[in-house]
Structure formats: C-alpha cells, structure tokens
C-alpha cells in the first residue's frame, strides 16, 4: 500500500521552508541489536512472497522459528493458513501484558509483495543489496519494513524478559498486494476475530518524505481511508448488421454515460481528519496553494480556493468520493453492432457514504435506465475513520519530535486502501504510524528497483519500538 501513501505529502515536503529541513545523514556502523534485527529483515525480504510462486507461510514459519528462539512458546504463536490457499499463511502471536484492565494492543503489518520480474530489474528484486545509502529489493519498503520491525519488537521484548502492562498482539498476513487473493487480515477479522481484537492497531499508511535532497521535510499519521468500491455498468442491445447503423448503439450508451459520470463533481466535504490536514499542511506551506486550504477550512464553500486546490488531484480527491471508469468491454464482431457492452467504474468513497448511497447517486447522474448498476464485489468491508484520540496521536506526535527533530506531523486520510480497512471494519481503530520515509519519486515501491534509505530504516525502526513500549505502558 506504501505506493499510494499521498501525492499531497511529497507536495506538501516540497513546497515546506527550509526551517523544517533536517538532513538524514548516512548510517555507520550497526549497533549489536541492529544487526539482529537485519539479519531478520534481510531473510524476510530475501524469501519470495509473491502470490505467483511465492510463499508467505514460509516466510510466517521462519518468523516463527525466531520467536521461539527468543523465548515465544508454541501456545502464544498461531501460523495459520486455509487449505485451498496454502501458500498465503500468516502468522499472529501474543506478548502477555501484565494488566487484567488494560486492552491488549496489535501490530499489523502484510509479508506479501507485488510481482518482481528479474529481466526488468537492474539488480536482483529478491536479494537485499545496499547501495548508495540505499537497501535495494522487492519488499524493502512494502510492507517488509514495518513487519519486520514488529516482528524485532516482540524479539528484543521477549529476549530481555519485557512484560508491558498492555498485552501486546502481533499478525502478519499475506494478501494486501492482490486484492482477490486470500487476504489474511479479513480472514482473522471474519474467521478469528478473538486472536486479534484490540483496543487499537498500529499499521502502515503513515510515513514521511524527502524532499528528494536528502532532508526528511514531514511525517504523517493515517487517520482513516476511503471506502473502495467498483461498480458493474451493463447495456445490452438486440444488435444487427454493421452496414445498417441505428441511433441505438449499445457503445455510444456506454460512452455517454461515462462521459456523464466523468463531468460530475461530488460535493466536497470534511471529517476531523481532513480537516486537520488542511489547516496544518495548509498552514505550513508559504505558497497560494496553502492559503486556499486553510481558507477552505474556514469556509468550504470559497470557490476561488476551492478552484485552486482542486488543481493538486491528491487534495482534490480527499476532499469528496471519486468515481473514474477503469475497464470498458463491448461488442463481439468487428462487422456487428454491439450487443453487450461492461464497464467497471472505480469510486472511491469519502467516510459516512455507503456504496449503496453512489450507487443511487450514479443512475440518477447517467440518467439512463437501460444502463444496469451492479455491485462489482460486495467483499469489503466500510472503511471507518478513527478517532482522533490524543492518548495515541500524542505519543505519536511527542515521539517523532525526539526521533525526526523539527519535522512536522499530519494526520491524512488515505485515497487508497490498505488492510486497516478490515480490522476498522471489525471494530478496531487502526491507525498508519510515522515511519520510514521515502522520496517524492515513491522509490520504486510497486515498480522497478524499490529501495528505501537505509538511515530510514534504523531510524524509524528505534521510533517504532519505542512507540510500542509507550502505548503498551500508558500508566
């Protein structure tokens, strides 16, 4: 999910003063507890994890061994998996807290990985190289990072005898990269809802950027996301001979219903969340760009900042629900009129709306009743923003200004999805932490040659544990 942390926030580290600026440096030696956690990490990336001739239940099983061999008993690691999907097993384990009041907390994080092909890769995508201040693999960012870094957390606990007020739980899952694969985190929010319920999780969606020089300029807190839904657009027509053309083409339906849906403009609006980001980003940005989000925050309907805005398509998308035709199909003979013609239109849709409510919303802006709307799926749960809670996003906040001193951080609302939206969905506020940081050309997250800095990692990686040990002692 990592790619599609926002485009607003490389925006927002670029156009940030050079107040806020703070070089990242390089990296010297590894203390001794660093280079256990990288042994760990470089095996998690190193083990493929694709869906296509991957295996995330082994990469679970060798997790596991190394739980054991810090002190984890059989009866607090469960690896499980669904016998028609063998290889997509994950792995969820629990670090007892020593309070009967306090809810126990989880660590969320996916092992599994977009495909890597090694004839399109300049090095090789399942092998951790470093390179140029960089570690270079398939993974080393998505979300490998922050499942190894939960993974060490609960190994340098266990190892020094750590027993946190607040019973901590750990799952890592596979299925978050192909959407209609196994996704191990719906199957424990559905299946076994009772290894992972919590208080809260702790997720990826967060992070910062570069300002592509060297200088972390923003960190961020994911504070929600968006509901994804596709909808199926069907029109069907008797057909006949191409040489005898009627009005009544099943292909200019279509066309002219998409052309509507592409014209509309879903009303904006705010939630605590984007509301929040458009006053402190907006605040933070010395251009005209800033100044109209903060005068949208005082007045929603400033269409003269409203129009400026909507030229970012990061700030314009979380702003309202966005629906975009993604794949049209249509006739059966190049010498035939065209009988049936599909399309799927993606929405993605602002917190508080069903896929029901869009759904109504898009027949009456097609305005045509023989175009039929369908569900595409109906597998998802609602995305359900959490709260802004202080006893949390404070932590987060006071932390990072140890960790990454004098970087600013904003709480966002994700435009993409990640695996929150099935433990929110289940009833546990998930949120994406501060993090590793990348640069604004995303680091080839999803695409060729991911990297991620590695000062990034060992940075983020002390801030992580210890805003683990700060949520899971709050008394």
Sequence with gaps: MIARILASVAALAMALPATAQVPTGTMGELRPDQQQFFELYKELVETNTTVTNGSCTLASEQLAERMKAAGFSDDEITLFSVPEHPRDGGIVAVLKGSSDTLEPMLLLGHIDVVEAKREDWVREPFKLIEEGGYYYARGVADDKFMSAVWADTFIRMKAAGTVPQ??????????????????????????????IDAAFALNEGGGG????????????????????????????????????????????????????????????????????????????????????????????????????????????????????????????????????????????????????????????????????????????PLAVTPPMDPALIGPMEELAAKHFPGVPVIPTMSTGATDGVYTGGAGIPTYGVPSMWGDPDGNGVHGLNERLEVRAVYVARDYLFELVEVLANPE
Excluded: W
């Design 209 to 380: 950027r570069t300002d592509g020089k060297g200088n972390l300029m923003v960190q961020t807190i994911q504070v929600g996301e968006k509901v994804y839904q596709d909808y199926r657009l069907v029109v069907t027509n008797p057909g006949g001979h191409s040489s005898q053309p009627v009005p009544d083409n099943a292909i200019y339906r279509m066309a002219a219903a998409l052309s509507k849906i592409a014209a509309h403009e879903f009303p904006a609006e705010f939630n605590d969340t984007t509301r929040a980001f458009f006053a402190k980003a907006g605040a933070l940005r010395p251009d005209e760009l800033g100044k109209a989000m903060v005068r949208l925050v005082q007045d929603l309907g400033d269409e003269e900042a409203m129009a400026l805005v909507n030229t970012d398509k990061a700030m314009h998308s979380m702003l309202r629900t966005t629906c975009v035709a993604t794949m049209i199909d249509g006739g059966h003979a190049v010498n035939a009129l065209p009988q049936k013609v599909t399309a799927n239109v993606n929405c993605r849709i602002f917190p508080g709306h069903t896929p029901g409510e869009i759904m109504a919303a898009l027949q009456e802006i097609i305005g045509d009743d023989t175009i039929t709307i369908t569900l595409a799926r109906d597998d998802k």
């Design 166 to 195: 607040r019973t901590i739980k750990l799952a890592l899952t596979c299925g978050e990269e192909t959407d209609t694969a196994f996704n191990g985190a719906q199957y424990l929010a559905t299946e076994r809802f009772d290894l």
